[in-house]
């Protein structure tokens, strides 16, 4: 069984800045790709940002220069720093890895 289990979210003032985690355990190797979506009040889900096993980041235009996306060295754990955070920034986040999803951490930015 596959654990994804993040941290991080929180309320935040525009401007500010949140760092969330995830952690992946379990009957899980060789991890790919580990990526970050998010989904606000009546959207789609949205991918964010994702790296490679090689350390490559992608990112959505809207949080380029904003975000980064990291993994640890052993690569079962993905960050997301988020700084000069929006209001529309305003979702829930899940990781994701392998087809496996987190339960989400919401992230709220007030104006």
């Known amino acids: 069984q596959v654990q994804l289990v993040e941290s991080g979210g929180g309320l935040v003032q525009a401007g500010g800045s949140l760092r969330l985690s995830c952690a992946a355990s379990?009957?899980?190797?060789?991890?790919?790709?580990m990526d970050w979506y998010r989904q606000a009040p009546g959207k789609q889900r949205e991918l964010v940002a994702a790296?490679?096993?090689?350390?490559?980041?992608h990112y959505v235009d809207s949080v380029k220069g904003r975000f980064t996306i990291s993994r640890d060295n052993a690569g079962n754990t993905v960050y997301l720093q988020m700084n000069s955070l929006k209001p529309e920034d305003t979702a829930v986040y899940y990781c994701?890895?392998?087809?496996?999803w987190g339960q989400g951490t919401q992230v709220t930015v007030s104006s």
């Open positions: 994701t890895v392998q087809g496996h």
């Open positions: 379990g009957s899980i190797f060789n991890i790919n790709a």
């Open positions: 790296i490679t096993s090689g350390g490559v980041p």
